[in-house]
């Protein structure tokens, strides 16, 4: 477990690559709020938007969940803790009026990419309030 990586994993590179390629800067691994233990994968300071890479199998996916059957009541413990950690987070960071963008690994990253630049657009403009959407466009929080 220790070779785990936390951040740099590839679909967040992928990601990354693709909103660099469309002339988006943003910071990696920051943290947006003092006080949140929290740190998104991407975060566009200025448009107050966070990005979180989330894995499949870390943040149970609803899509592609799969239990261990080796210490099973354990794990099952510990990914919806991380699912509550996860719902905490944004919820912080949506009443500080931050933007909360959470894909999924096994998504699109063009698609993710599309959402989280018309949601800059958006931002820029004035015309988005703080709330939470996954990559394809559904303006509202993800099941967690």
């Not at 959470?102 to 657009?121: F, K, Y």
Request: proline fraction near 6%; aromatic fraction near 8%; glycine fraction near 8%.
């Amino acid at each position: 477990m220790s070779r785990v990586r936390t951040w740099d994993t590839a679909p967040e590179l992928r990601l990354r690559r693709l909103l660099h390629g469309r002339g988006l800067r943003y910071r990696v691994n920051r943290g947006p709020l003092d006080g949140v233990r929290c740190r998104p994968d991407i975060v566009f300071g200025p448009a107050r938007v966070a990005v979180f890479v989330d894995g499949c199998f870390w943040h149970g996916c609803p899509v592609h969940v799969s239990w261990p059957k080796a210490n099973g009541e354990w794990w099952k413990r510990k990914i919806e803790r991380t699912r509550d950690r996860d719902a905490t987070t944004t919820r912080q960071l949506v009443a500080s009026g931050w933007f909360v963008v959470r894909v999924w690994e096994h998504e699109d990253p063009t698609i993710a990419a599309d959402a989280i630049e018309q949601i800059l657009v958006e931002r820029q403009q004035g015309r988005s309030r703080p709330r939470t959407q996954s990559s394809l466009g559904v303006a509202q929080a993800r099941p967690l």
